[in-house]
């Protein structure tokens, strides 16, 4: 079984650059949430979507970060300037339902802004 | 101070031997706790819930202790494969977006 799809999982960029991470939730998951993994804050959500639409996005740093969900199998986190301190590992978790309690993780992405 | 707390170790331990480690969480409310499992380079994995009675899963024990506001895993007979951050997760309300992590617990099993 397909589990949730992270693209890229590797980007390396410059400060100043857009950069946008793709995920591809589980099938019939109509959860998906946005996490942000460093070694200082450890895992934390920036925002999440029920049904498509962003429930909360309290986690979000600040105005240079947006999230979209167009459609049930595709979202986006999109980073635009990028800046050094944005280096971190971004996992997309989807679950089956909002109340569900267990999220499947993606395999993240790790970004590097030199 | 911080909602989920934990010894970040690294807890270098026999194999065969057994690890315990605890986790504290804040919110007096949180009503849902779990226990995550990441490997070195990869993505978090749901170990196991952890529930008021205790639970047990093959060498692995979960313990809630609601009046101190802790959490416990156990691990019997460590094996190698048991080398991994051990990611305490708690949850204030009944769903999904409550979901607040510890910092983790990183164990080595030694040969």
């Known amino acids: 079984d397909a589990g949730v799809i992270q693209s890229p999982r590797h980007e390396v960029t410059e400060m100043g650059q857009e950069v946008t991470l793709r995920c591809k939730p589980i099938s019939g998951h109509n959860s998906l949430f946005w996490y942000r993994q460093t070694m200082m804050r450890g895992l934390e959500l920036l925002i999440y979507?029920?049904?498509?639409?962003?429930?909360?996005d309290s986690g979000m740093p600040e105005d240079r970060f947006s999230a979209k969900m167009p459609n049930a199998s595709f979202s986006t986190l999109k980073i635009q300037p990028s800046e050094p301190r944005d280096s971190a590992v971004y996992f997309c978790?989807?679950?089956?339902?909002?109340?569900?309690?267990?999220?499947?993780f993606g395999p993240g992405t790790r970004l590097l802004v030199l | 101070r911080k909602e989920v707390e934990q010894d970040p170790g690294p807890f270098n331990v026999p194999e065969g031997a057994t690890v315990a480690f605890n986790c504290t969480y804040s919110?007096?409310?949180?009503?849902?706790f779990f226990w995550y499992r990441q490997d070195c380079r990869k993505e978090p994995k749901l170990l196991m819930s952890v529930y008021s009675s205790g639970n047990e899963d093959g060498r692995f024990t979960a313990q809630l202790n609601r009046a101190s506001q802790y959490i416990s895993l156990l691990i019997r007979d460590s094996k190698l494969s048991d080398s991994a951050t051990y990611l305490c997760?708690?949850?204030?309300?009944?769903?999904?977006?409550?979901?607040?992590f510890g910092k983790g617990t990183h164990l080595i099993i030694q040969p």
């Open positions: 978790a989807s679950s089956l339902v909002s109340s569900s309690l267990q999220q499947y």
């Open positions: 997760v708690v949850s204030a309300g009944g769903g999904a977006d409550g979901l607040t």
């Open positions: 919110n007096s409310a949180s009503q849902s």
């Open positions: 979507f029920n049904n498509n639409v962003p429930i909360d």
